[in-house]
């Protein structure tokens, strides 16, 4: 564990290249940057755009790019990169270019994992569209016990890489919304046998979720509850697996703003063109992202810079204010307490996100803080005694 108080994983989109499916869909030479730089404010004091710093509007089709990003998640402690997977069946993949290159060149020589986006791309998804237009699902995802099979053995390299993150020697692999697989047990399984059968002790499976529930289990529309925790992390466990990754802002929200408030937002938000913003302090968020089952062995929480979604979706955005990297170092802080007591090897806490530009949650420098918030996970990540990044630099 080379000393490290957590293991910190940084969620990583690829989104940074142009790929033909995006031109056609959202016009010619489109990238997560489109919508950044596009980005206005939406009230007084409201921070936008966000323009990058030490690494500029880059394009992943670059090897300098990867590997400078490398470096400075390694001076900040962070432990390794998730590359966000879009396989929707068939073979069928999107924006796998970086990753297929990092695998492929062995550089940046950095640890990385996959995380499965395993959801549908619509004409919804990476910008906004009137309440009431249409929907178009643009790349359908699609299930199959076959493409089980095919699904795994596209990855089998990746997972074989001496960089792969793993827990207790099993490759860890995030699923991001583990309610969508139709049959989650039998693809679990399906993956244990052919990992056992290509060599690997198995795949360590891990479930993205929230820490409430907007629907039943017969996916009807409810409202939300503050205590779901420990019935959603056991549903997620006993889909078969290893662990769940929780997601906690929403859970915050809820908790400042009440039931009521945020399902009708949600409705309104879906159907009605007039948006209905909604700001919430970052300190306030982060005091409520947590449950006691968080430090649980086989929960890794997750940490959050930001959030700001505007660029996306305009004035549908939920917004939080107020985030430095000083109150970003109090959920570091927190963050690590929590997975303090756990062993080693499941000291895990999920980053969201090391370049969610579009989202407001990055850790990459910008003009306004440098790399102020990379330097917080450095201060707080780095062994006892040891010279913090900043004053590395000095």
Wanted: contains cysteine.
């Amino acid at each position: 564990m080379n000393g490290r108080k957590a293991r910190v994983i940084a969620l990583y989109l690829p989104q940074y290249h142009p790929i033909p499916e995006n031109d056609e869909w959202w016009g010619k030479g489109f990238t997560e940057w489109t919508n950044v730089a596009k980005a206005r404010p939406l009230f007084r004091g409201h921070y936008q755009p966000h323009i990058p710093a030490d690494l500029g509007f880059y394009d992943l089709r670059m090897p300098e790019v990867r590997e400078a990003q490398a470096r400075l998640a390694r001076e900040a402690g962070i432990e390794g990169f998730c590359y966000w997977h879009y396989w929707f069946g068939g073979g069928r993949q999107l924006l796998e270019r970086p990753f297929q290159e990092v695998l492929a060149s062995g550089k940046p020589d950095f640890p990385f994992c996959l995380g499965w986006a395993n959801h549908d791309w619509s004409n919804k998804t990476w910008t906004r569209r009137a309440a009431l237009s249409q929907e178009q699902i643009l790349m359908k995802q699609t299930y199959s016990e076959d493409d089980y099979v095919l699904h795994f053995k596209a990855l089998l390299g990746a997972f074989r890489d001496r960089r792969y993150v793993a827990v207790d020697g099993k490759p860890l692999f995030l699923v991001n919304e583990p309610r969508r697989l139709p049959d989650p047990r039998k693809f679990i399984s399906v993956w244990q046998e052919l990992a056992q059968e290509h060599g690997l002790p198995g795949i360590h499976f891990v479930g993205a979720t929230a820490n409430v529930s907007f629907r039943d289990a017969a996916g009807l529309p409810q409202l939300p509850k503050k205590d779901e925790a420990p019935r959603i992390y056991r549903e997620i466990l006993d889909m078969g697996f290893d662990a769940v990754n929780p997601r906690g802002g929403l859970r915050a929200e809820l908790t400042l703003k009440g039931p009521v408030a945020q399902f009708l937002r949600r409705a309104w938000n879906r159907y009605v063109d007039l948006a209905w913003l909604e700001r919430y302090r970052y300190d306030q968020i982060i005091r409520h992202m947590y449950v006691p089952e968080d430090r649980w062995d086989n929960v890794y929480p997750t940490l959050i810079s930001n959030w700001d979604r505007s660029p996306r979706c305009g004035r549908k955005a939920a917004i939080y204010t107020g985030s430095t990297p000083r109150a970003f170092a109090e959920n570091v802080r927190a963050g690590v307490e929590l997975v303090g007591g756990k062993p080693p090897e499941k000291r895990i806490v999920i980053l969201q996100s090391w370049n969610e530009w579009g989202e407001g949650n990055h850790v990459e420098p910008d003009l306004k803080y440098g790399r102020g918030y990379l330097d917080a996970l450095a201060e707080i990540l780095r062994p006892d005694g040891a010279e913090s990044a900043a004053a590395a630099r000095r």
